[in-house]
């Protein structure tokens, strides 16, 4: 009787595990974090010997650049602006024009730089600003699993030149980065609309 019983609870199980097995699978949707994002407000970057001053957010904070690519920085006027919620940074380098930095090769190299993401951008959009203050540069939205999807200069074409891109430390992908990228682009055209040469 119990041998009997045994083999019938084998049978109705592999039954049970093969009428199972032919119920149709439904993948669950692709699903990302939830992003909360901080109220905006902005605070004022005028440090003392810096020739250059803006405002940034209140959730970010600045701090200096010491090292390019392993070496010292060219001069001390290079920043970061760390958002440390998001792993990312705004990368500031300043150069004074003139010498060896003659405008022309500044905005080529600024080029140049964007262009290096072309390999796996879907497209590279510039457009030419006048900030508030009267000062000129040009915007770059590069789209696609780029590195850095926003970069820009900014020059009075006689004395300043400032470069800016934002990174993000994760591996590229434009779906997961592109609600924070666009956060954090509205907070780079707010600093940038807001510089002022000293």
Known sequence: MIKRLAIVSVIVGFIMACIS???PFTPKPRGYFQVKFPERKYQLFDEPGYPYSFEYPVYAKVV???TFFGEATENPWWINVEFPQFDSKIYLSYKIIGGQYKLERLV???????NKHSVKANA???SL??????????YFRV????????????TDSTKHFLRGALYFDATPN????????????????????SVKWK
């Open 143 to 154: 789209g696609g699993d780029v590195a850095t999807a926003n970069q820009f200069f900014l």
């Open 64 to 66: 200096k650049d010491s």
């Open 21 to 23: 097995c032919n119920s």
């Open 174 to 193: 434009q779906d997961s980065l592109s609600i924070i990228n666009n956060f954090l682009s509205e907070d780079m055209k707010h600093m940038i609309n």
């Open 108 to 114: 080529n190299d600024a080029f140049n730089m964007t």
């Open 124 to 126: 590279i959009e510039d």
């Open 129 to 138: 600003m006048v900030t508030p203050n009267n000062i000129r540069g040009m």
